[in-house]
Each structure stands twice: as structure tokens, then as C-alpha cells.
């Protein structure tokens, strides 16, 4: 957590307080964690969207690099938003992803690879190595969803 810390992006810092607090949040509830997981999809799919726009625009500044990083770490950190028993009322967690853990486990996997590849093209300046890893991410995003992510609840 400590290197999380270290990164000077908002993105980042806000992940950093969200990991920190997870093992406070299983504490007093699992609707805590599921709020935490679902703010840190929503900037993982911002970051995603941003990036894109970069790669389109053919251009990657230091605010996408930042970007890249935040995603990277929570792609890193994503299994530690998803212990066994934080399944609520409102969460759109499947029991698949405890139930089926090496397939939830190959595509947090396939997520963090692409994530990992965004950084090291944002730090390159290399288009269309962004434009090929956001493609990817998004792709893994949508497979991991379909497998184990399930309907909107009122």
C-alpha cells in the first residue's frame, strides 16, 4: 500500500485511501467494500475512456501516464476488492467469481496484463501501443462483466 501511496495522482491517492480502508470497510460490512469496488470500476472505465481519447488524439501527456499508472495499480489490487463473503444485496457479483475462482482469476488477469501494457506505452509515448492495450482492457472488461458481473438492481 505504501507504493501506492507514493504516486502524486488523485486517481492513485483516492485508490490508495479506498485499499487502506478495505479491511475496515469488511469490518463494518460488506456494502462498505462494494461501494469502494464499484467507485474504483468507475475510475478504472474513466481512466480507460481518457486514455482512448489520448491514443485517438495521438497524443499522451504526462496527466495520461498518470492515468495508466492509477490503472495499473488497481488492476493489480482488483483481487483484493473481492474477498469471499463480500457479496451484498446491492453487489453485482456473481458467485462465480468465488466458484469458479481460476476462471475469475485468468481474467483479472488478462485485465492487469493489458493494464500493465497501457503504462508502458504511456510512459513511451507509443499511440498505438496505448491505442492496442485500452482496446484490450476494454475487451477484458466486457469478458470478465459477462462472466461474472450480473444485472443492474433497482
Not at 10 to 18: F, S
Not at 87 to 106: F, M, N, Q, V, Y
Request: aromatic share 4%; glycine share 12%.
Amino acid at each position: 500500500m505504501a507504493l501506492l501511496a507514493l504516486h502524486r495522482s488523485r486517481w492513485t491517492v483516492a485508490l490508495a485511501l479506498t485499499l487502506g480502508l478495505s479491511g475496515a470497510a469488511l469490518a463494518a460490512g460488506a456494502e462498505a467494500l462494494v461501494e469502494q469496488r464499484e467507485a474504483g470500476m468507475k475510475q478504472a472505465g474513466g481512466a480507460l475512456k481518457a486514455l482512448g481519447a489520448a491514443a485517438k488524439a495521438g497524443a499522451v501527456t504526462p496527466a495520461d501516464v498518470e492515468k495508466a499508472q492509477g490503472l495499473a495499480d488497481f488492476a493489480t489490487a482488483l483481487p483484493t476488492l473481492f474477498p469471499e463473503g463480500s457479496i451484498t444485496d446491492k453487489s453485482r457479483a456473481l458467485p462465480e467469481i468465488w466458484t469458479d475462482k481460476a476462471g475469475w482469476d485468468a481474467k483479472v488477469k488478462v485485465f492487469a496484463d493489458a493494464a500493465d501494457a497501457i503504462l508502458v506505452a504511456a510512459k513511451a509515448g507509443d499511440v498505438a501501443g496505448l491505442r492496442a492495450g485500452v482496446g484490450a482492457a476494454g475487451d477484458s472488461c466486457g469478458a470478465c462483466h459477462k462472466a461474472f458481473r450480473g444485472p443492474e438492481k433497482d
